[in-house]
């Protein structure tokens, strides 16, 4: 009995390790068999309506192929496609970031573009689909990893009757200049006593690769030397920026905090306590999908993303990518349908733009299209992102973001003066790029 | 013949008991053992979550990392997350301990038995409140426009001044505690009230016979006979306040700072979901892990001396 009950007993205890180990992936032997795609991406209502319609059009054309689209919170979705991955059960389509996607691509988790599965002859005609150099951030030693579901970047909305408001014009008097935007952020905030009952702008608290890195680079700094080995160059325009958040946040001339509502969010409500707010051309979409009568009324324009008024290069906010990625684990059947799949969604480009989130998927034809040219503010996008660059991405960007997030609020909130910050910064983002 | 009969009966009841505790067995060894196993095995490794190599053997170096004194100085180490924990579960449990005792008392002492059920009832309802409904209500408290500080500057005639309750270092940790002490009171409230139910009514009429007042009832009997529950209760507690996790998750998602509310279960998951370095989480797990273990020992230990007698 003894003895029954111990060899059960390590039957029992063995049985997670032997299932663990397995992977428990399925093996699909028959090409012509069917197959599933697990599809995992972010919320994003417009287009997962636009999206459900592609797919079922896709499945019917192909009768082998079933897709399953499954869609999680943007911030959720990084972790649990990592986690999966990091099981050996990761989704055989994702989209992320590029910043929290590249590592991916550096740990050989995601497989090559198959060029003619998703309808292109060869690479180059694939390269040649896309405005130049926007596949340069997900090809590695000559093979490409990923086609862009969407390209990024943000301006600045402003809700014109806040300006009117507070006795400025939104036509002349926005603000160019960061130092303008603190000048008339202090015109348009109403405060009781401490507590900002109206900001006049705030930042897009924590993606400070985005928005801040760019702000370091206006003043002539860098986050990584153009060698890829130091970290943090220019101290002085790395304080300077450090030193003009201080004086944005609470202990300074109280303007915002990131403690404060989203200001993106607050702003589609015109409710009179945000009048300006960073967001991309996707976010003309949700005003219209939360405030139609505001989105008609013609009472918000989009301006540029400003500059110091010392800056030594003109660097707008810094555009990024969310790339269709194929499992390299998954069955090449199921890769191969993958990549149909992929190109099949991103052959509707206008679609995506006019009813699918106003995302903007950067084909060359799609930038000479009327319709992005037509779409309001589009301009000024384009102009920006003229003057802009890739996000920073590599294998640890998003451990960076982090660190410089503990920077940039350790002196907006916490007290710390932004020399100590840089020195806490600097080893801690060395330290990241070494070991990369 | 009788004996050998006995036993066999014995026997066979033995295997049916057996075959009823296999499934929690395996259950156990699904999601318990296996991951208990598995972190202390990948705390030796610098194991990353994407990498698909062979994670590099590193023997004790996840652990000298996490107690180098040379990083001791970051408020994002280690150290200071065992710092943290200590801070909050400090200042966490001990109010959680008085105030659900007090409560409790409160509570059994009640004449109407409505009054009682309706009070239990709204002090644990917290308890099985969703993460994200409780984010949602205590940010509507901590937005700087929010309800706390209209509250506050109501009470203390002090309009206009913002109490950063997310925002200042100290107050940020005493909200993350309010939080805690909100979700978790009711808790401890009924497993107060279970351990006031089991001391026999008698013992109270006898003191009462002999004249003792509600101040030396409750000292000299109350009290004592409950030492085992609050043995328990202190040390549960204890324990529920060393794995705080999600109060401190919402308010970074919410924008507060990292700092001050970087315990170990939050270190744990930024090191390992975040940044990937799953054997240097696995380290900071198995710590945490040992911290706990001695913590339950110590309730044993404890609850063994502490037996009542009546």
């Known amino acids: 009995m003894k003895r029954s009950i111990a060899l059960v007993l390590m039957v029992a205890l063995l049985i997670p390790f032997s299932l663990f180990a397995q992977g428990g992936k399925e093996t699909v032997v028959d090409e012509n068999a069917p197959v599933t795609v697990q599809y995992w991406t972010h919320e994003d209502p417009a287009r997962t309506d636009l999206e459900n319609e592609l797919i079922a059009a896709f499945m019917a054309q192909n009768p082998n192929i079933t897709v399953v689209r499954t869609t999680q919170s943007s911030a959720k979705q990084i972790e649990l496609v990592q986690t999966a991955f990091a099981a050996n059960q990761g989704p055989d389509m994702f989209n992320l970031p590029i910043e929290n996607q590249y590592a991916y691509i550096s740990n050989y988790r995601v497989a090559p573009v198959d060029y003619q599965a998703a309808g292109?002859?060869?690479?180059?005609?694939?390269?040649?689909?896309?405005?130049?150099?926007?596949?340069?951030?997900?090809?590695?030693?000559?093979?490409?990893?990923?086609?862009?579901?969407?390209?990024?970047?943000?301006?600045?909305?402003?809700?014109?009757?806040?300006?009117?408001?507070?006795?400025?014009?939104?036509?002349?008097?926005?603000?160019?200049?960061?130092?303008?935007?603190?000048?008339?952020?202090?015109?348009?905030?109403?405060?009781?006593?401490?507590?900002?009952?109206?900001?006049?702008?705030?930042?897009?608290?924590?993606?400070?690769?985005?928005?801040?890195?760019?702000?370091?680079?206006?003043?002539?700094?860098?986050?990584?030397?153009?060698?890829?080995?130091?970290?943090?160059?220019?101290?002085?325009?790395?304080?300077?920026?450090?030193?003009?958040?201080?004086?944005?946040?609470?202990?300074?001339?109280?303007?915002?905090?990131?403690?404060?509502?989203?200001?993106?969010?607050?702003?589609?409500?015109?409710?009179?306590?945000?009048?300006?707010?960073?967001?991309?051309?996707?976010?003309?979409?949700?005003?219209?999908?939360?405030?139609?009568?505001?989105?008609?009324?013609?009472?918000?324009?989009?301006?540029?993303?400003?500059?110091?008024?010392?800056?030594?290069?003109?660097?707008?906010?810094?555009?990024?990518?969310?790339?269709?990625?194929?499992?390299?684990?998954?069955?090449?059947?199921?890769?191969?349908?993958?990549?149909?799949?992929?190109?099949?969604?991103?052959?509707?480009?206008?679609?995506?733009?006019?009813?699918?989130?106003?995302?903007?998927?950067?084909?060359?034809?799609?930038?000479?299209?009327?319709?992005?040219?037509?779409?309001?503010?589009?301009?000024?996008?384009?102009?920006?992102?003229?003057?802009?660059?890739?996000?920073?991405?590599?294998?640890?960007?998003?451990?960076?973001?982090?660190?410089?997030?503990y920077a940039v609020e350790s002196v907006m909130l916490s007290g710390v003066s932004p020399q100590k910050a840089l020195a806490t910064l600097r080893p801690a983002v060395q330290e990241i790029v070494d070991e990369q | 013949m009788g004996m050998k009969k006995y036993r066999g009966i014995e026997k066979k009841q033995a295997r049916w008991g057996f075959l009823f505790v296999v499934p929690s067995l395996l259950f156990f060894s699904l999601f318990s053992f296996y991951p208990i196993i598995n972190a202390f095995y990948t705390s030796f490794f610098d194991k990353r979550a994407l990498s698909k190599a062979p994670p590099a053997f590193l023997g004790l170096g996840n652990y000298i990392r996490l107690f180098d004194p040379n990083r001791a100085a970051s408020e994002l180490s280690f150290l200071n997350s065992l710092r943290a924990t200590l801070v909050f579960t400090v200042g966490t449990f001990v109010p959680l301990l008085i105030i659900s005792l007090l409560l409790a008392v409160f509570i059994s002492n009640l004449g109407?038995?409505?009054?009682?059920?309706?009070?239990?009832?709204?002090?644990?309802?917290?308890?099985?409140?969703?993460?994200?409904?409780?984010?949602?209500?205590?940010?509507?408290?901590?937005?700087?426009?929010?309800?706390?500080?209209?509250?506050?500057?109501?009470?203390?005639?002090?309009?206009?001044?913002?109490?950063?309750?997310?925002?200042?270092?100290?107050?940020?940790?005493?909200?993350?505690?309010?939080?805690?002490?909100?979700?978790?009171?009711?808790?401890?409230?009924?497993?107060?009230?279970?351990?006031?139910?089991?001391?026999?009514?008698?013992?109270?009429?006898?003191?009462?016979?002999?004249?003792?007042?509600?101040?030396?009832?409750?000292?000299?009997?109350?009290?004592?006979?409950?030492?085992?529950?609050?043995?328990l209760v202190s040390v549960m507690a204890m324990l529920q306040c060393l794995k705080t996790f999600s109060t401190q998750y919402m308010l970074y998602t919410n924008g507060a700072p990292r700092a001050p509310i970087n315990v170990i279960t939050f270190n744990i998951y930024i090191t390992g979901i975040q940044q990937q370095y799953l054997g240097r989480a696995s380290a900071m797990s198995v710590v945490l892990f040992i911290l706990m273990l001695m913590l339950t020992l110590l309730q044993f230990k404890t609850t063994k001396s502490e037996q009542v007698e009546y």
């Open chain 1, 120 to 405: 292109y002859t060869d690479k180059e005609d694939l390269l040649d689909t896309y405005v130049e150099g926007v596949l340069d951030t997900v090809t590695v030693d000559g093979e490409v990893f990923g086609l862009p579901l969407e390209l990024t970047n943000w301006a600045i909305y402003v809700n014109k009757k806040i300006f009117r408001d507070a006795g400025l014009n939104p036509e002349t008097d926005y603000p160019k200049t960061w130092e303008e935007m603190a000048e008339v952020s202090e015109k348009l905030v109403i405060r009781d006593g401490d507590i900002l009952i109206r900001r006049g702008y705030d930042f897009r608290y924590p993606y400070y690769l985005t928005f801040f890195v760019p702000m370091v680079e206006q003043l002539g700094g860098e986050l990584i030397s153009s060698d890829g080995k130091q970290a943090i160059v220019n101290d002085d325009a790395w304080l300077k920026a450090l030193t003009y958040m201080q004086e944005w946040g609470p202990s300074g001339r109280n303007l915002g905090s990131p403690t404060y509502k989203n200001a993106r969010k607050l702003f589609d409500l015109d409710n009179n306590d945000m009048a300006m707010a960073h967001s991309g051309l996707y976010q003309q979409g949700r005003i219209a999908e939360d405030n139609p009568e505001f989105f008609e009324s013609g009472e918000w324009m989009v301006i540029p993303y400003p500059v110091f008024e010392d800056a030594v290069r003109d660097v707008a906010a810094c555009y990024y990518g969310h790339f269709f990625m194929v499992n390299e684990d998954s069955d090449p059947n199921v890769q191969k349908a993958a990549w149909k799949l992929a190109g099949f969604l991103l052959s509707h480009g206008e679609d995506y733009l006019t009813r699918g989130g106003n995302i903007i998927q950067p084909t060359k034809a799609l930038f000479a299209s009327d319709t992005l040219k037509n779409m309001p503010y589009s301009d000024v996008f384009i102009n920006d992102m003229e003057r802009s660059h890739m996000i920073y991405y590599g294998a640890n960007s998003a451990e960076i973001q982090t660190q410089i997030r």
């Open chain 2, 112 to 231: 109407s038995r409505k009054a009682k059920k309706f009070l239990q009832i709204a002090y644990y309802t917290p308890a099985i409140l969703s993460s994200v409904v409780a984010a949602t209500i205590w940010m509507i408290i901590f937005d700087p426009r929010g309800l706390g500080n209209q509250w506050v500057n109501a009470l203390m005639n002090t309009p206009g001044v913002d109490h950063r309750w997310l925002v200042d270092p100290v107050m940020e940790q005493v909200s993350t505690m309010v939080i805690y002490f909100w979700k978790y009171i009711g808790y401890f409230v009924i497993l107060f009230i279970t351990g006031l139910a089991s001391i026999p009514p008698t013992i109270y009429e006898a003191a009462t016979i002999d004249g003792a007042g509600k101040g030396q009832v409750f000292w000299r009997i109350t009290l004592p006979l409950l030492k085992p529950t609050v043995v």
